[in-house]
Nanobody, 116 residues
């Protein structure tokens, strides 16, 4: 199982970023996928915040209250990718963002920094 995130970077408040997670080594279309984030000072895996989840068929299942209306999760089962479109970014969105397969494997993370 391999999950590789990309698309992170530095963006000003109010800006947008699109994260992507490329999956391989398993039948991607069989699994729900999620994006989590880990903020500075929270070092344990258990402290990662669930941001959004999408079903195996492509239906968004939930969003964290803090990102509702600003973030959109999507997937392409033909390309084995799951994306997170992030709009109206705030400084508190600064974190390392992780892709996760179900309740199992994690990617290595991508840093998102929102700052002027």
């Amino acid at each position: 199982v391999q999950l590789v995130e990309s698309g992170g970077g530095l963006v000003q408040p109010g800006g947008s970023l699109r994260l992507s997670c490329a999956a391989s080594g398993f039948t991607f279309s069989s699994y729900a996928m999620s994006w989590y984030r880990q903020t500075p000072g929270k070092e344990r895996e258990l402290e990662r915040e669930l941001v959004a989840t999408i079903s195996s068929a492509g239906r968004a299942l939930n969003y964290a209250d803090s990102v509702k209306g600003r973030f959109t999760i999507s997937r392409d089962n033909a390309k084995n990718t799951v994306d997170l479109q992030m709009n109206s970014l705030k400084s508190e969105d600064t974190a390392v963002y992780y892709c996760r397969r179900g309740l199992g494997a994690w990617g290595q993370g991508t840093q998102v920094t929102v700052s002027s």
